[in-house]
């Protein structure tokens, strides 16, 4: 997630269970990891997130854009396939829906 995280400022992140980290805390090392100037982005760009909802601004446009993408995959037999999550949006385009 470094890019997302960092807002293009070069950092790196990793998120697992604590039952893993407890084992590997002596070998983790990250390439822009740890430094003060990459938290503080790390930091700030989280709390802008929650703040202006950002999360919750992509879910809602996210959720709309692939209704109307599945509403043009209706009309149009181009278009396979759309999914997606937030707005991480994936459409399909085939020669043919039913051979793909």
Known sequence: MAKGIGNGFPIGAVVTKKSITDRIKQIYFNTFGGGHIQCRVGLT???TIQ????????EKVGNYLIAEFTK??????IIGN?????????????KNKETK
């Open 72 to 77: 043009l995959s209706e009309k149009h037999r």
């Open 82 to 94: 759309v999914r997606g999550k937030g707005l991480m949006i994936g459409i399909e385009i085939v």
């Open 51 to 58: 703040k202006e909802k950002l999360a919750e601004n992509a």
């Open 45 to 47: 760009v989280l709390e």
